[in-house]
């Protein structure tokens, strides 16, 4: 597989939204990517009558971005290439293993001056290696019980040797129910500006710590699936729950302790955690029509400067509704989907409200093609002022990454789709 993006965005003011005797230059942006890829995924059969298969899969990349926000410039190269060896074999109908050996390599270019650009030469380079071998057994009997611990060893240059473990257990007592649990550690190697570009689209000041920790952090949960026939068919009833405490994870802290009108990368210390607990039923109502429903309770919590709060911009709730209707011939196709969002809190711990969207889309069969037409943000529901302080974007508090619901209103699209089948 090869692919590559060519990606240019241009935004900011325009001179008709300034008061004429405004002597301000244009606040404008500009994100320029490039972007390669390569993948290569071989594999052979050893023993068929066993599963038993080895299989190389080789990927690179090559990221390079160039970032214009008003005055600051922040731009990226990065370099990855990453390689997997597995080998995988069933012992007995029951028993499979399956190990493997990893090794990642990542290379980060980065130029950033919040005053202007800098020239190539003055630019921050970072690199990690990082080699690995994994482990992971797993035992199933019959369609009832599958259980599967696994554990990798990986060694960076930069952070040192780390252990993750994980354990995944299904089990399905009748054809009506089936439970899965799972639990897990993972370590992840944080880069505050390449992950987080957009947060550089404020007057705020940037600081980043020096000592920069791994991420760590466990993940446990279990999910409980129904199958219920009801009134002649069947109610897909699914119900689940996930948690994640955080030990080390790079936050980002707003106007904190380090000033007003700041943005602060640093270390965790305290508590951060997130749980997530979601329902969801589908049911076909009568011939053609099925219905979906879902609701996600989010409780996602972090510590800045010493005090525990609700983490800045992440919806307290989630609901959604979707129907979808399709013609005893299957030549049309009716969806319309309404989408509840829950209200959060913002940097300054005011709040924003809950709202509601809507989504439809018809569409109409042919032999080789389909036409849809459709719209998005039926309700036309809007920020009335996404951009703080837009009339002074050269302030420190300007600041345009608070975007918590759609800028713009209601939108209509048409499309055509092609089926390319076989002679």
């Known amino acids: 597989m090869v ?39 071989n594999g052979f059969t050893l023993n068929a009558d066993h599963n038993t298969s080895i299989a190389l899969m080789l990927h690179g990349s090559w990221h390079d971005a160039d970032n ?33 050996a990893s090794f990642n390599h990542d290379y980060y270019d980065e130029r950033f001056n919040p005053l202007g650009p800098l020239p190539k030469a003055e630019s921050k380079v970072t690199k990690e290696t990082t080699p690995g071998l994994y482990a992971q057994y797993t035992y199933k009997l019959g369609d009832k019980l599958t259980v599967m611990p696994g554990v990798r060893w990986d060694h960076s ?5 780390f252990v993750t473990p994980r354990l995944h257990i299904k089990y399905s007592p009748s054809e009506i129910v089936t439970l899965r649990t799972s639990i897990g550690k993972g370590y992840r190697s944080p880069h505050a500006l390449a992950e987080n570009v957009t947060l550089l689209a404020s007057g705020r000041e940037i600081v980043i710590d020096s000592d920069l920790k791994q991420e760590e952090a466990w993940n446990m949960g279990a999910s409980l699936g129904f199958n219920i026939p009801l009134f002649g068919k069947n109610l897909e009833l699914n119900a689940e729950y996930y948690y994640t405490d955080f030990k080390h994870q790079m936050i980002m802290n707003f106007d904190g302790a380090k000033g007003e009108h700041t943005l602060s990368f640093e270390n965790l210390d305290g508590k ?35 005090v ?9 709730y989630k609901g959604l509704l979707t129907l979808s209707y399709k013609t005893p011939l299957e ?31 018809v569409t109409r069969e042919f032999h080789n093609f389909s036409l849809y037409l459709g ?49």
């Not at 900011?12 to 405004?22: D, I, M, N």
């Not at 608070?402 to 089948?421: D, N």
């Open 68 to 100: 214009m926000f008003g005055k600051t410039q922040y731009d990226v190269t990065q370099k990855n290439g990453y390689a997997q060896l597995m080998f995988e074999t069933d012992i007995t109908e029951k028993h499979n293993i399956s190990v493997g």
């Open 157 to 161: 240059d930069r952070y040192g040797s």
């Open 375 to 423: 719209g998005e943000n039926l309700t036309n529901y809007k920020i009335a002022n996404p951009i703080l302080h837009s009339h002074h974007p050269w302030s420190a508090a300007f600041d345009a990454t608070q975007v918590w619901a759609p800028v713009t209103g209601a939108m209509a699209y048409v499309g055509i789709r092609f089926k390319l089948e076989k002679l």
């Open 272 to 306: 951060s955690y997130s749980h997530t607990f979601q329902v969801d039923a589908t049911y076909a109502l009568f011939s053609g029509m099925t219905a979906t429903a879902a609701f996600r309770l989010n409780d996602v919590k972090c510590t800045y400067d010493g």
């Open 331 to 361: 030549l049309w196709q009716f969806d319309a989907t309404g989408q509840l969002n829950g209200g959060g809190e913002l940097y300054d711990r005011s709040r924003y409200p809950a709202y509601f969207q809507l989504q439809a889309q």
């Open 308 to 316: 525990l709060r609700q983490k800045p911009l992440t919806s307290r």
């Open 3 to 41: 692919r590559s993006l060519h990606d240019e965005r241009e935004g900011g003011q325009s001179r008709k939204h300034l008061a004429a005797s405004s002597s301000e230059p244009l606040y404008s942006t500009s994100v320029k990517t490039n972007r390669y890829e390569m993948q290569w995924k």
